[in-house]
Structure formats: C-alpha cells, structure tokens
T-cell receptor, first 113, second 110 residues
Framework: GAGVSQSPSNKVTEKGKDVELRCDPISGHTALYWYRQSLGQGLEFLIYFQGNSAPDKSGLPSDRFSAERTGGSVSTLTIQRTQQEDSAVYLC???????????FGDGTRLSIL | SQQGEEDPQALSIQEGENATMNCSYKTSINNLQWYRQNSGRGLVHLILIRSNEREKHSGRLRVTLDTSKKSSSLLITASRAADTASYFCATDAGGQNFVFGPGTRLSVLP
C-alpha cells in the first residue's frame, strides 16, 4: 500500500520567505511526527500529533515554526521568515499508534539561499 | 550524552563479516527501536525490542537489550554491500515521542 508521502521533495527559497511542507501519512495512522535532519546528522524531533490530543510542540526551535494536522490526516509544517540555518531535510513519519514503529517519508530537502 | 547515542560513529567492514553497533541511553524506556537510513531516503524500521525483552532476531539481524546497563546492540551477520547505510536507535524515554541518536554510518566493502 501507499507509504508516507512528502512534498515537495526539494525546495529552494530565499532567506526571509515563508515555506510550507506537506506530509500525507499512511491512512489510519493516528500518530504523526516531524523531524529535522542536518547533513550527516541524526534526527531532531520537532513536533508530534496523536489523534485528537493537543500536539507535543516541545521540539520546535522557534516561534517561526508551526505545524497543523487537519482532519487527523494530512499535516503541514510552516516555517516563517526562513533563515539559512533552517536548511536541512525535514522528515515526516507516521505510526499506527504511539510508541509503535514509525514509517518515514523520504523528506523535503530545504535550502535557504 | 543524549538519550539514545550510538557507537561507533562510523564502521567499515568487508562483505561477509559481522557488524556490531551499540546504543546507550539515559532514562527508562518502554521500548527501543532500530532504524536504517540509506543515503537520501527516509528511515526504515528494522526491529522493536520491548523493555522486558532481552534479545530479538529478524533474519540476519540480532538485537539485544540490557536495561541494567541502559544499552542495546545491533548485530548484522554475514554483511552485504547492500547493508551500507546509517543505523539509528530510537528510545521513547517513557514518553510518546522518540529520541534518535546520531547514528552509526556502516560501510560494507565488496
């Protein structure tokens, strides 16, 4: 079946612009995660959605970052007034329930010029 | 060190040899998971081991968990060039989200 889909796969934008990244999780998965990965590094947790509960936003690095998950399915991660240090691969993952194996998309590679 | 930290950072072996990677963590966990990441791709789940389990196998993969030492190991037997990837452990630290370590970069030389 379909896996986790992320779009766009690549995004190049100028410093100061806003960007929106999209994640389509696996149908029926209640948990959805966003991570950031810099080149050759591990994953940095950003935000976690579980069902109808309030999201865990503890990993968002600044108030320029926000995310929402509409209808318990598609999620968008928005970065406002982008900075060069925001350049990274943004990965989305979903799982059937909390603490279960996560299924990852291939990420969005974001480059801020 | 962070919750979920792998060592070594990089490992290079010949095809056919075994590869062992270790993961240490700091706080109590419900389960620990290992993932693989090929270059330019997302992570792929390999094995989940619960806190009350000591060892799990999946094909050529063997994972052990020692909760008294807060450590886990991933053994890949009879390695192949296709096993070349980065390997990450992830721990839930008792919560519902996960913390990933910085990973071990494995190179299997033909």
């Amino acid at each position: 079946g379909a896996g986790v889909s992320q779009s766009p796969s690549n995004k190049v934008t100028e410093k100061g612009k806003d960007v929106e990244l999209r994640c389509d999780p696996i149908s029926g998965h209640t948990a959805l995660y966003w991570y950031r990965q810099s080149l050759g590094q591990g994953l940095e947790f950003l935000i976690y959605f579980q069902g109808n509960s309030a999201p865990d936003k503890s990993g968002l690095p600044s108030d320029r970052f926000s995310a929402e998950r509409t209808g318990g399915s598609v999620s968008t991660l928005t970065i406002q007034r982008t900075q060069q240090e925001d350049s990274a691969v943004y990965l989305c993952a979903s799982s059937l329930e909390a603490r279960q194996p996560q299924h990852f998309g291939d990420g969005t590679r974001l480059s801020i010029l | 060190s962070q919750q979920g930290e792998e060592d070594p950072q990089a490992l290079s072996i010949q095809e056919g040899e075994n590869a062992t990677m270790n993961c240490s963590y700091k706080t109590s966990i419900n389960n620990l998971q290992w993932y693989r990441q090929n270059s330019g791709r997302g992570l792929v789940h390999l094995i989940l081991i619960r806190s009350n389990e000591r060892e799990k196998h999946s094909g050529r993969l063997r994972v052990t968990l020692d909760t008294s030492k807060k450590s886990s190991s991933l053994l890949i037997t009879a390695s192949r060039a296709a096993d070349t990837a980065s390997y990450f452990c992830a721990t839930d630290a008792g919560g519902q989200n996960f913390v990933f370590g910085p990973g071990t970069r494995l190179s299997v030389l033909p």
